[in-house]
């Protein structure tokens, strides 16, 4: 049976975390976030299923506990805020290189530095773009409700253990900190160490036992060795792209003008279209759900139809590069955001797609290079 | 009677332990890490826990002591050893659980991870191989350099009032509660490797008795770092190293020694 509370994103996060069945979180206190390990401690889940939890030293130490424990196949997560992540893209880079499945969460607050603890929307690029070092990519999940911290904690392990790979849960202040109604999922039950063997055994490192010996590793000092491995990883993330991209058409069907907007932000900018449907305005919302992979195709073919685009991020302009890539210059892309930690509201949304699309009228790319050769 | 006649596997009385693998070291000739590998190996084998062992490789010289090591092993960030060991024992706490890390993994970027886990408790070994340099990299400073000693990035020698003292991690996790068994030994000679192997047995032993954590330094020398001769490097770490390093169990049984 499904259970309905009232919870805060990160609490929700965490009891979803017990009741997928994970083995361990590590993690250390910071604000927007620190509602996770506080839940967890308060919980005490090791009496409830045996799910291990660690306050570490440092985020450091929480993302390398991540990757030991997940070396040994256990189910394991931990979670953060920008500054936090920062110091933790070492350890997802290993993650990353030595195909080891794991949850990282993000509750985004303003930066750069050490910025503010109030949302935000600004590390778009650190969890698209790479972040850490080398080729690899995270699979990113941008939940918009409450009830989404609650499902994309299966799901991102679900995805970890598919491709053998991190997933990030891209999350922010307001999600994080805001109180809804989630319906809670039934108890996974924890695979026993045996199951762990038998399931992942043919690499996980739990003992040599009957078989050879496993290595975990991201080192590979022959030239063709690694490139293999690069080769492999990009095999995954294509995959990715044709089986599990997920996004949302919000009242697309005859829009005019479409906002691109995720997490909170398409919150917002939900209910920023609604408004403007009321003035006559026909909008709709893009919303994806994976940041990667990202809706390249969907948005590719909405650029037929409308005449403009709006970007809503809560950042200086981040994954409109995305949006841009993907419409290809078929109609024009501006960007719409705060920053600072202050959170748009449907109106300045509104406003802000009168302005800079629709007063602009059907201005397609084309007419304008060749007004300019003119 | 022909040498090869009497080179046959029944004529054997010492064999190398099947838990080292037949992939060449990586190591200088001369350098002890190729011992404290074996040693360990042998104490695995010898106590029949191999199923029951997963080591945690470092950044460095033996970051491919997978390669050597027929074990179960995953490979650390630099200087994390200590968290990933820390999470595979929390995890599997019935599984004996090492980290074999040199001086600049452990003492330098890893310090942090070192203290806590020691701090913690964790049922894990610490097998940390000090020998005053950052081998790897091609000889330069580590938090153990010895004052005066030459390297690449202390071409005039280590001055303390620049670069620091040589950190003496040893005893400083020695003054944790959470440790129980903490010794410092060297490799260089067969006297000196069998007392290092009872040190390592004694390690494993309290894992297996849940006492929390062991600590093993072993002092060795880094022939091709320290610009010498392998026996020149040997006399030389007697003569300097064990000065400021010097050997001898630091806590046991949870008790600090005077």
Redesign the interface.
Known sequence: MSELKLMKGNEALAEAAIRAGA??Y?GYPITPQSEVIEYLMTEQPEKRTGM?V?Q???E???I??????A??G?K?LTSSSSPGISLKL??IS?IAG?ELPAVIVNVVRGGPGLGTIQPSQADYFQSVKGGGHGDYKLYVLAPASVQEMSDFVEDAFIIAFKYRAPVLILSDGLIGQMMEKVSLKEQIPRLT?DEIIEKYGSWA?????NRE???????DLQSEKMEARVHRLMKKYEQMEKEDLRYEKILCDDAEYLIVAYGSSARISQKAIELARKKGIKAGLLRPITLFPYPKQALFELADQVKGILSVELNAGQMIEDVKLSVQHKVPVEHFGRTGGIIHTPEEVLEALEQKIIKNGNLRYHKTRESSIL | MEILDIIKPENQVFCKTKLMTDSALSYCPGCGHGTAHNLTMEVIDEMGI?????G??PVGCS??A?DFM????????HG?AP??????A???PE?YVFTYQGDGDLAAIGT??T??ACNRGENIVIIFVNNGIYGMTGGQMAPTTLEGMISSTSPYGREIKSMGSPLKMTELVANLPGVYYVTRQSVHTHKHARKAKKAIQKAFENTRLKKGLSFIEIVSNCNSGWKMTPNESNIWMEENMFKYFPLGDIKVDGILKQ
């Not at chain 1, 390398?64 to 424990?69: I, K, L, S």
């Not at chain 2, 191999?50 to 997963?54: A, F, G, K, N, Q």
């Not at chain 2, 968290?83 to 595979?88: G, H, M, N, P």
């Open positions: 083995d361990a590590f291990v660690l570490a030293e440092s450091i130490a929480a390398n506990m991540v990757y030991g424990a070396s040994t256990k394991v070492e350890g290993y030595a160490n490192v739990t003992g040599k036992k010996r496993n290595i975990i590793t991201s080192l | 191999v199923e029951d062992t997963i945690v490789a970051v491919l997978y027929n074990i179960d092993m995953t490979q650390a960030a994390r968290a990933v060991a820390t999470a595979i929390r995890t599997w599984k942090a991870e203290i806590h």
